[in-house]
């Protein structure tokens, strides 16, 4: 029978699951919304893995990490999720010289060297550049977070050369979430566009994680976009813009921590850690 290595990531806001074969293949993916209770939301969904794959395969390892990963006493080890994103994403992109993660409460810069991670700078103390920040302005602009997806799309990105248009994005002041939504309150009663107002909230987000990231211009290889806000349109362009280069996104970008601890687990079985 064959045998699977699963990585658990238990973020603030979603709980990861990635399986992956002997060959480091994903072959299973699932997520669910947080709860009160981490450590049962990540359980739930560790059984399910299980009871799906029992009749070709076996777990024989499962390495959790993320905010909660201390919590998943049924793991077989807890890792930081800045080793597991530097291991998924060098694992999709080997050439890559750094990682944006952009999570619902945190964001991180994580520079890599030789394959490994080099340093890291990490904001968990403040929402302004996390997806928390995105959720604020979602419900003061009435929308659901699937529809700030298609929000961020119903018009062409501004370019670096723009200047202030009724399509370009607002200038948002405040690096503080209470203070930007106050902004965010006025534009709207100014009649400025939703749409407009989301770009400049998401680029007010880029210049903080920005100005993370030190010397840019140090970094040569490919930096790779990952985490749960990756998935909002739009949020790409503006570091693009803010940083002046391109950026590489997973097809799965949510689940690159989750990947990584799958494949750290895979690894220790293999060195018969």
Known sequence: MDKLYIGIDAGSRATKLVAVDAAGKGVHYATVDQSVRPADTARELFDAACARTRRTATVARCVA???????????????????????????????????????????????????????????????????????VVAVRLGLSLTALHQEGTQAPAPQPHETETPCAPVTISSMCVVFAETEVIGLLAAGTPPMVIMRGVQRAIATRVAAMT????????????????????????????????????????????????????????MRGV
């Open 65 to 135: 990490t993320g905010y909660a990963r201390n919590l998943l006493t049924f793991a077989d080890r807890a890792i930081t999720e800045i080793t597991c994103h530097a291991k998924g994403c060098l694992a999709l992109y080997p050439a890559a010289e750094a990682v944006i993660e952009i999570g619902g409460q945190d964001s991180k810069f994580i520079r890599l060297r030789q394959g490994r991670v080099h340093d890291f700078v990490m904001n968990d103390r403040c929402a302004a550049g996390t997806g928390r920040f995105l959720e």
């Open 214 to 269: 030190g010397n840019r211009n140090q970094l040569h290889g490919d930096i790779i976009f990952t985490g749960g806000v990756a998935q909002v349109r739009g949020m790409s362009d503006a570091l693009t813009h803010v940083l002046n280069r391109p950026l590489l996104i997973p097809g799965r970008p949510q689940y690159t921590g989750a990947l990584g601890a799958a494949l750290i687990a895979r690894d220790e079985c």
